[in-house]
C-alpha cells in the first residue's frame, strides 16, 4: 500500500515546506491576534484603574464634606448646650437661693426665743420624715442637675446629626 506513493516521495520536502509555512502564516495570525487583545486589555485595565482612582478621590473629597459639616453642626449644638447649662445653672442657684431665704425667714418667724438645739449647717440632721441637708450640698446637687440636664439634651441633639 505505501508503496503506491513512493513515487511521489521526492515532493516530500516541498510539501513539508508548505505545511511549515502554513503553520508559520497561522501562528503569527494569532501572535498577532492575542497581541491585539493583550494591548486592548491592558488599555480597559489602564481606564478602570483610572476610573476608580477619580471615584475614590471623589468620594474622599465627598466624605471630607460630610465630616466638615458634622463637626459644624456638633460646633452648634456644643455651643447651644453650652448656653442651656449656663442658665439651668444660673437658674437652679437663684432657686435654691430664693428657697433657702424663704426657709431662713420661715424659721425667723417661727421662732419663739426658746433655746432649742438648732442644727449646724454643715452636718446632716435626720428625722422620721425630713433631712436637714448643708446649703453646700444643695448648691451642689442643683449644679449637677443642671449638668446632667445639659448633657441629656446635648446627647439627643447629636443623636440627630446624619
Known amino acids: 500500500m505505501l ?18 509555512a502554513l503553520l508559520a502564516a497561522v501562528q503569527w495570525q494569532n501572535a498577532k491576534h492575542w497581541e491585539k487583545r493583550y494591548i486592548g486589555s491592558e488599555k480597559a ?6 476610573a476608580y482612582t477619580g471615584a475614590q478621590i471623589a468620594a474622599q473629597e465627598l466624605n471630607k464634606a460630610k465630616v466638615a459639616q458634622i ?8 455651643e447651644k448646650s453650652e448656653r442651656e447649662y449656663d442658665a439651668l445653672l444660673s437658674n437652679n442657684r437663684a432657686t435654691l437661693d ?14 419663739t426665743g426658746t433655746s432649742e438645739s438648732t442644727p449646724v449647717p454643715s452636718e446632716v440632721v435626720s428625722r422620721a420624715e425630713t433631712a436637714i441637708v448643708p446649703v453646700t450640698d444643695l448648691e451642689i446637687v442643683a449644679d449637677a442637675y443642671a449638668q446632667l440636664d445639659a448633657l441629656r439634651a ?7 446629626v446624619k
Not at 71 to 78: D, G
Open 3 to 20: 508503496t503506491k506513493f513512493v513515487p511521489y516521495l521526492r515532493l516530500a520536502p516541498y510539501a513539508l515546506g508548505v505545511i511549515f
Open 45 to 50: 485595565h489602564s481606564a478602570t484603574k483610572a
Open 71 to 78: 463637626e459644624r453642626e456638633y460646633a452648634v449644638i456644643a
Open 98 to 111: 430664693r428657697w433657702v431665704r424663704s426657709q431662713t425667714a420661715k424659721r425667723a418667724a417661727q421662732s
Open 154 to 160: 446635648w446627647a439627643l441633639d447629636v443623636g440627630k
